[in-house]
C-alpha cells in the first residue's frame, strides 16, 4: 500500500516547473529521491509539506488528501533537512521542550536512545553544532516522535562517511519496524546502500520511479553500477 | 493554540519585545509626547519579527502539526499580549495623574497630551495600526519587514501628532481633562479606541491567515 501518493504535481515557477510529477511510496520501505542540483527535489518535497503553494495535482498521506488533513497527517510524519538552522541562539533542550508539546506520540525513550547514538549535548545550540550534528539534530526531531513516514531533504549532506554510514543504518532498523523513509540525496552511493525504491527526477519531470532492481534492469547496462548508469542518463540519453 | 503561543514567548520572541513593555511608563513624563510609549512598544514588536524571522521561525512553525492559519493566529495571540501588558503598564500612571496628581502643577501646566482615558484610547488605535499595517504587512510575504514597517512609523506618528493636536482646538479642550473631568465623555473615548484595536486586529490576522496559505515558504 502506497503510504504517500504524489499524482500530477504542478508547480510553476518563472524559470523552472515541476511536471506533472507522480510517484508512490510505499510502507516500510525506504526510497531514494535522486536527482542533480536544481532538478526540483526540494520543490516536490515541500509541496508534500505543504509549504509552498502548489498549480495542480493531488498529495495524499494514509489515504487522506493533505489539503484537507494537514494537522493530522503532520502528526504521523517526520521532516528534517540538513541544512536549516533553527533557533540558532537557543538551546537543543529549549527547542526540544517545545516541539514535544505538539506531539502527543513523542517517544521520550526514542529522544534518549538517539540523543546517546549521534552524540548530541542539550546544553547546547544549533549554532555551537557542526553541519553534520545539525542534520543529526533535525533527524532526533524527527525520529522522537514515532513518524510513520519520515520525509528527509538531503540528510547526508555534510556528513562524514561515519556518520553517513550510520545514518544509512538508522534508516534500515526503522524499515523493519515498518517505517517508510522518502530521501532526497545527490549521493549517489547511498541509494545504492539502502534504499528499495528509487524516484529519479530531472529538469523537474520524473524519469523513473520504481523498485532499484528494476530500476537496474531497465536503465543500466551489464556490470554498470547504479551511479554509472545515472551519470550516464543525466549525461544526455534521457530523453534519447 | 497554547502549544503554539508557548513556542512564541519560549522561541520566537526577543527580549525586547518584553523589556519595552516598560515604555508605558513614559504616561508619567509630562512634556512628552506620551503616545510614544506605544511606539517603543511597538518597536520591540518588531525586533521580536525581526528576531523569529532571522531565526527561520516561520518555516520550524509551518512544519508543526497545526494548522498553518494557526501560525499566524499564534502570532497575532503573541502580539496582542505584549500590547495589552503595555497598556495596563500605562494604566498605573494615569491611574495615579486622574487621582493623587490630579492637580499637580507639572501636569497641569504640560502643553502637551495629559494621561486620561482618551490618551489609553489612542494607545489602542495605534496599537490596532502596528497590527494593521505592520503585522497584516509582513503576513503578506512572511519575510518582509522593512515596508511594512516604515509605513506604520509614519501612518503612527501622523496619528500621535493628531491626537496630540486635537485638545487644542476649539472646542475640543476637553480631551485633555484632568482627574475625573469630563469622565463618561472620556470612557467613551476609551472604548472607541478599544473597538477600533479589535476591529483592525481581528480584520488584520483574517486577511493575513488568508495570505499565509498562499505564500511559497
Known amino acids: ?240 | 493554540m497554547r502549544n503554539i503561543l508557548t513556542k512564541e514567548f519560549r522561541l520566537s520572541a526577543s527580549i525586547l519585545a518584553y523589556l519595552f513593555i516598560l515604555f508605558g511608563f513614559m504616561f508619567f513624563l509630562p512634556g512628552y509626547p506620551i503616545l510614544c510609549g506605544a511606539f517603543f512598544s511597538a518597536l520591540g514588536l518588531f525586533q521580536s519579527f525581526q528576531f523569529a524571522r532571522e531565526a527561520n521561525d516561520t518555516v520550524f512553525s509551518a512544519l508543526l502539526p497545526i494548522a498553518k492559519k494557526d501560525v499566524v493566529r499564534g502570532r497575532y495571540c503573541f502580539v496582542c499580549i505584549i500590547e495589552i501588558c503595555t497598556i495596563l503598564v500605562m494604566v498605573i500612571p494615569t491611574v495615579l495623574r486622574m487621582t493623587v496628581w490630579a492637580d499637580s502643577v507639572v501636569y497641569r501646566s504640560n502643553a502637551l497630551m495629559n494621561a486620561n482615558l482618551f490618551a489609553l484610547g489612542a494607545a489602542f488605535v495605534i496599537f490596532g495600526l502596528f497590527n494593521w499595517i505592520f503585522v497584516g504587512g509582513f503576513y503578506k510575504t512572511a519575510y518582509k519587514l522593512g515596508r511594512p514597517f516604515v509605513t506604520f512609523i509614519i501612518v503612527g506618528f501622523v496619528c500621535i501628532g493628531i491626537f496630540e493636536a486635537l485638545h487644542h482646538i476649539p472646542g475640543m479642550e476637553w480631551l485633555d481633562s484632568f482627574g475625573t473631568d469630563n469622565l463618561g465623555r472620556q470612557f467613551i473615548l476609551l472604548l472607541a479606541g478599544i473597538a477600533v484595536y479589535i476591529v483592525t486586529t481581528v480584520l488584520s490576522c483574517r486577511k493575513a491567515c488568508e495570505n499565509f496559505e498562499k505564500i511559497d515558504l
Do not use: Q
Open chain 1, 1 to 240: 500500500m502506497n503510504i504517500i501518493e504524489v499524482k500530477d504535481l504542478v508547480k510553476k515557477y518563472p524559470a523552472f516547473e515541476l511536471k506533472e510529477v507522480s510517484f508512490g511510496v510505499e510502507e516500510g520501505r525506504i526510497t531514494g529521491f535522486i536527482g542533480r542540483n536544481g532538478a526540483g527535489k526540494t520543490t516536490t518535497i515541500k509541496s508534500m509539506l505543504n509549504l509552498i503553494h502548489t498549480d495542480g495535482g493531488s498529495i495524499s498521506f494514509f489515504g487522506m488528501p493533505l489539503s484537507s488533513n494537514e494537522t493530522e497527517i503532520k502528526k504521523r510524519i517526520g521532516y528534517s533537512t540538513g541544512t536549516v538552522n533553527w533557533y540558532p541562539r537557543k538551546t537543543i533542550r529549549d527547542i526540544v521542550r517545545v516541539e514535544r508539546s505538539f506531539y502527543d506520540s513523542w517517544d521520550g525513550e526514542a529522544y534518549l536512545k538517539y540523543m546517546e547514538m549521534f552524540g548530541l549535548d542539550e546544553d547546547k545550540t544549533p549554532l555551537e553544532l557542526s553541519e553534520g550534528m545539525k542534520v543529526k539534530f533535525n533527524l532526533l526531531m524527527a525520529l522522537s516522535h514515532r513518524a510513520e513516514v519520515l520525509i528527509l531533504d538531503e540528510p547526508t549532506s555534510g556528513l562524514d562517511p561515519f556518520s553517513r554510514n550510520e545514518l544509512l543504518e538508522v534508516f534500515i532498523e526503522l524499515k523493519k519496524h515498518g517505517v517508510a523513509v522518502f530521501f532526497s540525496t545527490h549521493i549517489i552511493s547511498d541509494l545504492e546502500k539502502c534504499a528499495d525504491d528509487i524516484v529519479y527526477i530531472s529538469k523537474g519531470r520524473i524519469v523513473a520511479a520504481m523498485p532499484k532492481d528494476a530500476f537496474m534492469a531497465e536503465h543500466a547496462r551489464p556490470g554498470e553500477t547504479l551511479e554509472a548508469a545515472m551519470l550516464r542518463m543525466e549525461g544526455g540519453e534521457i530523453n534519447a
